[in-house]
């Protein structure tokens, strides 16, 4: 396939994203990701991928990562992974090892949202996998510049946006391998203990996923990953400063960056017991003007010819 052609897609199915809240109660028509199959045809001659090919397909994996999450579903299970790990290409930016760990992402999706028993062997699988990538992490992965005690969230800088973006995945699969693991007690003495345990590390995960995006906000993209995490874990907060200071993300992903998150405020307002504003920021992002509006459309019309090219 034209690598040209496989950039466009990409791009059509991140307008696409823009388009899909954090949470929703219906399942969205990912009508721009039927694209996805055309990534799986590529998958077939790897060995010839241009680098402009290669970056769009991981960043195609991506995508379905983001997509995967918001329905709680697999990862689309035609996405070879251990074929497109021979995608990832050694550099000194960092690129090369978030790759790896967004492919470790993408497992522990298919393992904590798929229809399998979960089970004890697979999770630790899973779980040394992930110590190992936080062992063996290169030089540029340790942050700049920590600071625990900057607020709610910690400050965490780091050298660049690769770099980001591989790290925020890492605390969503601490996020993931928490809420199933296997190994906690359903019931009995030590079940009390061990929920306290699970909550405060899936918490913290949260919120240091938050001080990442707010450390490093040029990579724009990494509110995205706010919004998911938020979005799965943000009704465990309790206490009142916590909770403001995570509407207020929110409310900046929106603003800022045109990530649909009223649903997931509103929500988390009525878990928490709170008054939910009239004034709550819109739960679609706003098109500002009539030539956005037709960009949008023109945008649309394009997936749709593109898509009947593959059915």
Known sequence: MDENLL???????????????????????????VGTRVFIAAQEKMSDFSGLRRAAFLVALRQEIHMAFIQGRV????????????????????????????LHCASCIRYCYGSEE??????????????????????IFHPMHVNENSGVFPEIVYLNDAIVT?????????????AHNPKVPRLGPGQAKSFRETNEHIK?????????????????????????????????FTDLEHQDAIINILVKADIRFAWPTGPIQRH????????VSPDLVSEQP??????????????????????MLHD
């Open 204 to 236: 913290k995960s949260v919120l240091t996923i938050c001080g990442i995006a707010e450390s490093n906000d040029r990579t724009q993209a990494s509110y995205a990953y706010v919004c998911l995490a938020i979005t799965m874990a943000g009704d465990r």
């Open 75 to 102: 990862v689309h299970p035609n996405f070879d992974l251990d074929m497109i790990s021979r995608l990832v290409v050694p550099d000194s930016t960092g690129c090369d090892y978030a790759n790896l760990i967004i």
């Open 268 to 275: 988390l307002l009525e878990g928490w017991g709170r008054e």
């Open 118 to 139: 979960q089970s004890i062997a697979t999770w630790e699988e899973l779980r040394e996998r992930q110590d190992r990538i936080w062992i063996e992490r290169p030089w």
């Open 7 to 33: 950039t466009t897609i990409v791009i059509l199915r991140f307008m696409e994203e823009l388009d899909v809240p954090c949470r929703s109660t219906e399942m969205t028509s990912e009508s721009h990701l």
């Open 166 to 178: 591989g790290m925020l995945h890492y605390y969503l699969v601490e996020v993931l391998l928490a």
């Open 286 to 307: 706003q098109v500002e003007n009539k030539d956005d509006q037709q960009h949008v459309e023109l945008a649309d019309s394009i997936a749709s010819a593109i898509a």
